[in-house]
């Protein structure tokens, strides 16, 4: 029998290490308890617990905060699958109130309005780890110089339109080839133009990808648009908007897990997009004006 | 060549194909019963539990496998694994395989702060302690049966094996350290030649 072991916590292997038991699978965004529930029968691997989805957001606009506690709490108490909530970019106090939640991931997000307009929080500071979105290599390897331990890509959250997640994940692997295929002699000026740290770029011409988990997330709204994320080489996804501003959730929830573990399986991704009512109505990026895309946030 | 199915359905999947192809077998991705021909042993990787147990049952793997692992067929599960091949999961009706005699606690440490890393004694791996990681982890708090511990903590178990059963509370698939996949090819080693001397 083991005796006198001694624990270490908050260590990025296990930051990290959590971020890999999600991969393959779906983080759904709910609002409360009910649909967290829902989100877990349908095999979300994870809820992100948060007041209003993305495209509320859109639609009300006004300043976009950390959720209130106890609707976090509730949602903890109705499910046993991790939840994770979102704090605005910068503001260490909504992350460290989330971190005393005992909150199973933060994310750092662009969809809240962000607090600090130059800074990012160190999340090597805290024992809770982090996602942050991307829409670039740079942008990644920074938030995980700051201390991320998961990446996903901003895409335009409440948009329904996958059209920007297409663009973030397609630039990530873009650059991700040209540092493999770089030499030794060229990594640093690559590591300037990119604004990465130097040695996160040297670990990714090593291991040929991101050093952690990697999701699509930000437009995401038919079990195909899941898949095609898949497709292009994310980890998992996260649908926002696009379950519960769909006609039926629980349905369209359970058609998109089974569609991003299957994602090469075309005859499945049909069977599961029989029949799911209107998704969410949406709003094409394109006829976007610049000033309400919200992927931009973050520096 | 041993071949060894890594089942692919959602989580860690990739880490345990890693460290196999290091232990020079051969790997294949488990997503549908098919995939489960010519199979020598499956791993069930660590992901979300609930998650993992629809979907073995959505593509229809929960019976066959199943049935395999009764016969003898060699499974090692890490974290959700472990679950998966726990008959007793405390105050829960999730679907699983129920193959050992263990009862076992969901997240029983408490949610991701409480995950943690620690070098343990496994008396089976030799006198190098094993790197262990815990993430949101289960443990056994009860064995029965043909059950037996390999490693136990402050009353709880973490390593489990039940003759072709392995099983274990922690990645060891995150860690550098091949010992418990090597044991577990042991088991798979003996299977083998089990089937030569059956002569099918």
Known sequence: MAENIEKSTGTFKVKAGLAEMLKGGVIMDVVNPEQAKIAEDAGAVAVMALERVPSDIRKEGGVARMSDPEMIIGIQNAVTIPVMAKARIGHIVEARVLEALDIDYIDESEVLTPADNKYHIFKNDFKVPFVCGARNLGEALRRIGEGAAMIRTKGEAGTGDVVEAVKHIRQVNEDIQRVVEASDMELMTIAKELGAPYELVKQVKELKRLPVVNFAAGGIATPADAALMMTLGCDGVFVGSGIFKSSNPAKRAKAIVQATAHYSDYQLVAEVSKGLGDAMRGQSVAQMEETDKIAGRGW | ?200
């Not at chain 2, 390999?150 to 392995?166: A, S």
Request: net charge negative; charged share 25%; with cysteine.
């Open chain 2, 1 to 200: 060549m041993t071949k060894i199915g890594v089942l692919a359905l959602q989580g860690a999947v990739s880490e345990h194909a890693d460290m196999l192809r290091r232990l020079g077998v051969d790997v294949c991705d488990v997503l549908d019963p098919n995939d489960l021909d010519g199979l020598d042993g499956l791993v069930l990787p660590g992901g979300e539990s609930t998650a993992v147990g629809k979907l073995l049952d959505f593509y229809q793997l929960l019976e066959p496998i199943r049935e395999m692992g009764r016969k003898g067929f060699p499974i090692f599960g890490t974290c959700t694994g472990l679950i998966l091949l726990s008959k007793h999961i405390n105050g829960s009706e999730q679907l699983r395989l129920g193959l050992m005699d263990t009862f076992v606690e969901r997240n029983a440490f408490g949610r991701q702060l409480a995950s943690f890393e620690a070098n343990m004694p496994i008396d089976v791996l030799g006198e190098t302690p094993f790197p262990t990681v815990f993430i949101r982890a289960p443990y056994i708090d009860k064995i029965e049966g043909e059950a037996r511990s390999l490693l136990e903590l402050d009353g709880k178990i973490l390593m489990v094996e039940q003759g072709n059963l392995l099983a274990t509370a922690f990645h060891p698939e995150l860690t550098d350290d091949t010992r418990v996949h090597e044991y577990f090819l042991q088991k798979v080693n003996v299977y083998k030649k089990r089937e030569i001397v059956v002569g099918r």
